[in-house]
């Protein structure tokens, strides 16, 4: 018979006096809790087939055992490589989809794809961007793109473990035991149950030594007040994909009181823009897939310097544009739509107020039904929630603001906002309004800088203590940035 080691936890601990206090109950969830352990340690003895245009990393076995491994597991993006490095090895979408074969048979899809090959009925894995010409092999409608975040806290574990299966794998580990300290980000204020799940994942799971938490705004800061882009003292403004946040920094540490966070970001400007260009080109619709609507909104959209304007000049240039009191006085069935041969007009697409109309709901949030502040007034409701009233204090803040983030490189964001804060500021008060070297990376480089200092080790908590204190000591850790 084959040796049998046995992991004793604190999951385990509570299950066996849960068993000693109530027999019969206890036994039929003892029996839930081996199958489950079971099933997640059949899982992972299998090779997922993964797809990817991803190339594998060669270099693993290089690095010795007390190299931590960085991950900014972003909402939009998933990136991980070594600490120390400039660049993250592996960049891919934070998404998972597990279609199905249609039929037998195999393909393979060049150098850069994985072969693939598989039977009727058959789960793939798709992590990240893929092909789409391999979706013809694939059953896709039982199984469209999954996210493990719910806006921007992780809480579908099961989806994580695929994104973290994959990326481990392409970084070139070998099997499932990850012998080195891994730095992974966070949002801020992240809830105790989620970084107690992502640590009981991360330990045992994958056997991960030791673990450290950051927030990706602050790493962010830290990189770019090492460059002397921003000063100790000051605000880092983060518009991400799913939300807002605006962290003030005191002394070089993030003050966590005086956060604010809306439930507005990226992926609400993408998705108002995709329903804008629906309703003006029905026809198209199918057309209109999420990839190349991002791409439209990262290549022409702008913040206007002020929007009511913007949108008076927009009527008078623009044809397509129809205002609201035209488009209510005119009756949908007054005219018969009849078929006519398409010309080459039916193919093409304007984007006119659609430009800065999407990106406008960073400021309005009203604009797709949100009804919470925009970015210029979190600055100061983050600034009136610090602890300590000092207008030393907030003029040094107002003139130090970073703009870090994907959903800050549209034109005319700086000035926009400093116009805002402007507002609700007193008269004369020093503003400066800085964007971040790399809003985009910089996250990542700011952790892998820090990850690669000698005094890492001290701030990562050990498998030994997750299992000795469980998520007590997790409900209590303080992670430092300044060191």
């Known amino acids: 018979f084959p040796i ?26 003892l029996l839930s809790f081996i199958s489950f352990r079971r099933e997640r340690k059949r899982r992972r003895s299998r090779k997922m087939p993964f797809i990817s245009q991803i190339q594998r990393q060669s ?12 991950i900014d597991n972003g909402a939009s993006y998933f990136r991980i490589g070594w600490a120390g490095e400039n660049d993250p090895r592996v960049i891919f979408r ?8 249609k039929g037998t048979g195999s393909y393979v899809g060049g150098p850069n794809l994985l072969s693939l090959s598989g039977h009727i009925g058959e789960t793939v894995t798709i992590v990240g961007d893929h092909d789409p010409a391999l979706l013809r092999y694939f059953d896709c409608t039982r199984s469209g793109p999954r996210s493990a975040f719910d806006n921007n806290v992780v809480y579908q574990f099961e989806i994580m473990e695929y994104i ?71 605000l880092a403004i983060c518009p991400g994909f799913n939300t807002t946040h605006v962290i003030p920094f005191v002394a070089g540490e993030p003050v966590y009181k005086g956060c604010t966070r809306t439930n507005i970001g990226g992926y609400h400007v993408t998705d108002y823009m995709k329903q804008l260009l629906s309703l003006k080109y029905p026809h198209h619709m199918a057309r209109f897939t999420w990839e190349k609507v991002e791409d439209l909104k990262m290549e022409h959209c702008y913040i206007a310097p002020t929007y009511a304007s913007e949108t008076q000049l927009f009527q008078e ?61 979190m600055a100061g409701v983050s600034i009136r929630r610090l602890p300590e009233k000092d207008e030393e204090l907030e003029k040094r803040l107002t003139s130090s603001i970073l703009m870090t983030g994907g959903s800050c490189l549209y034109p005319g964001m700086c000035e926009r906002l400093e116009a805002g804060i402007r ?32 005094q890492f080790p001290q701030q990562t908590f050990t498998r030994m203590d997750y299992f000795e204190k469980g998520e007590d000591w997790i409900r209590g850790y303080k992670f430092r940035y300044t060191l």
């Open 423 to 454: 507002m609700i500021r007193p008269c004369g008060a020093p503003i400066k309004i800085v964007r971040a070297l790399d809003p985009v990376l910089d996250a990542w480089r700011g952790a892998s800088a820090y990850a690669a200092s000698a």
């Open 317 to 377: 240039i623009d044809r397509t544009f129809v205002p609201k009191s035209e488009a209510e006085t005119s009756q949908p069935g007054s005219e018969v739509l009849k078929s006519r041969p398409l010309t080459q007009e039916d193919f093409k697409i304007v984007l006119g107020i659609e430009r800065f109309r999407c990106p406008e709901v960073l400021f309005n949030p009203n604009l797709v039904g949100i009804g919470q502040a925009g970015v210029d007034e």
């Open 164 to 234: 973290l299966d994959f990326g481990f794998d392409r970084l070139g580990a070998n099997g499932s035991q990850i012998d080195h300290p891994v730095l992974i980000t966070e949002c801020v204020c992240n809830p105790v149950h989620s970084r107690s799940k992502m640590s009981e994942l991360l330990f045992e799971t994958y056997g991960v030594p030791s673990v450290a938490f950051g927030v990706d705004a602050a790493f962010s800061y830290k990189y770019n007040q090492r460059h002397g882009i921003c000063n100790e003292d000051g």
């Open 94 to 101: 934070n998404i998972v989809q597990r279609p199905r074969h």
């Open 4 to 29: 049998s080691i046995i992991v004793v936890s604190r999951t385990s601990l509570k299950l066996h006096a849960y068993l000693r206090e109530r027999p019969e109950r206890g036994r039929r969830k």
């Open 59 to 70: 270099d693993y076995a290089y690095f010795p055992s007390d190299t931590p491994i960085v």
